[in-house]
């Protein structure tokens, strides 16, 4: 059996990347800083993973698994030699933790001779997150060893399009190695980034060019998931699953979605029979009520979901090159301009800037929209609705 090496055994960790390594055939070791949650891996060598969706829930028994706590170095690098596949899933802030890991990982491999590739999946949330990782981990390692790291270490990309919520403090004291997630288990990764034949892991297939695939999860997925936030926080609703039964929002999001299709098959190539079909399995998906996802977020941090290249700027852009008024996209971004949640640190310093500036130069700064073109005005428009309270009427 295969090793596979996961740092992070959190809710992508344990609810996405272990079900589908120990499912491909992999022993799974975990490497993370909970002493409590890697002992209680260890106790049983194995999870509960809880898939809910509407037709009801099942539980899996994810083994083989163990645990390695990250400060235990000797021991992750001593994985990490045999290992033929990893996976990162630790938040952008910890990648320069465990990159010195990698890289005595990499060195023990080199030094040893091993020839097999070790190709590690990048599950983080932010662009070109391969890269960022391979510059920390090449930063550790001297130019004989960079030179093997370029051939024997693959670094990719993935979307990942699973919903799995962090768990509750009630789940965590019933079993604190237990999660729950939902069904979906597609996997598109950077072919680009990995060396040799691409490891043949349940759902994951390797596409190049990698940028469709990213834009398709941001402008549909992540687009409607902020625009569910911020409207049902106009709303007063506490879930996502109800802004998308709200008889206001729903028809709102379906328009966004309408507009979204449109700019990446304009955009980025897509076949917009398979954009529609991908939309279609992401309705109930979105709906599923055992996932209880609260609004305040799927609403937080508009300051950087308000960015021209992200989830409602772009697909908006799109929609335009393709000759498409984005109306309810302009929806999405007037409600995170609005979206004043006590609490979110994101949503006060736009307020603040709002009410020194003007909303007008902030939507110009933030979001490169300006005031006088179509976009602009269709987002300034629905502000003062918003802001009225006199909106979607």
């Known amino acids: 059996m295969d090793n596979g090496v996961i740092f992070g055994a959190g809710a992508i960790g344990r609810g996405f990347m272990g079900q589908l390594f120990t499912a491909s055939g992999y022993a799974v070791t975990f490497v993370d800083i909970d002493a409590s949650l890697i002992a209680t891996i260890n106790q049983r060598g194995a999870y509960t993973l809880t898939l809910v969706d509407a037709s009801g829930s099942r539980d899996a028994q994810v083994s083989p698994v163990k645990g390695l706590l990250s400060t235990d170095s000797d021991a992750v690098t001593a994985e990490l030699a045999t290992a033929t596949l990893g996976a990162t899933a630790v938040g952008t802030r910890a990648l320069a933790e ?41 930063s550790h390692l001297t130019a004989e060893a960079q030179v093997y790291a370029r051939q024997h270490l693959g670094l990719a990309d993935v979307v990942i399009g699973r919903m799995v919520p962090e768990p509750t403090r009630e789940m965590r004291a019933r079993d604190l190695s237990a999660i729950v997630a939902e069904p979906y288990a597609e996997l598109p990764v950077d072919r680009a ?86 939309v279609a399995r992401l309705w109930p998906r979105l709906a599923n009520r055992a996932l209880a996802d609260p609004v305040r977020r799927l ?95």
């Open 98 to 138: 465990i990159a010195p890991l990698i890289a005595r990982g990499v060195r023990r491999r080199m030094d040893a001779g091993v020839q097999v590739p070790l190709n590690i999946l990048v599950c983080e949330n932010i662009p070109q997150a391969a890269g960022t990782l391979r510059a920390l981990v090449e």
């Open 299 to 393: 609403a937080r941090d508009p300051l950087r979901k308000l960015a021209s290249d992200d989830r409602l700027v772009g697909p908006a852009r799109c929609a335009e090159k393709a000759g498409v008024s984005p109306d309810g996209l302009a929806w999405g971004i007037a409600g995170a301009l609005s979206y004043d949640a006590a609490g979110d640190s994101a949503a006060m310093e736009i307020q603040r800037r709002i009410a020194e500036e003007g909303v007008e130069a902030v939507l110009q700064s933030v979001s490169g929209i300006a005031p006088k073109e179509p976009l602009g005005g269709l987002v300034l428009e629905r502000y003062a609705l918003l802001r009225e309270g006199e909106w979607l009427a």
């Open 193 to 278: 980034g990995l060396i040799g034949e691409p490891p043949r892991i349940m759902g994951m297939h390797a596409v190049q060019p990698f940028s469709p695939w990213i834009a398709r999860k941001l402008f549909l997925h992540n687009a409607v998931h902020a625009l569910m936030g911020y409207l049902g926080y106009r709303r007063g609703l506490q879930y996502g699953y109800e802004a998308l039964e709200d008889p206001i929002v729903r028809p709102v999001l379906a328009a966004a979605m309408g507009e979204a299709e449109a700019g990446l098959a304009a955009v980025h190539g897509f076949d917009v029979g398979d954009l529609m079909g991908h």
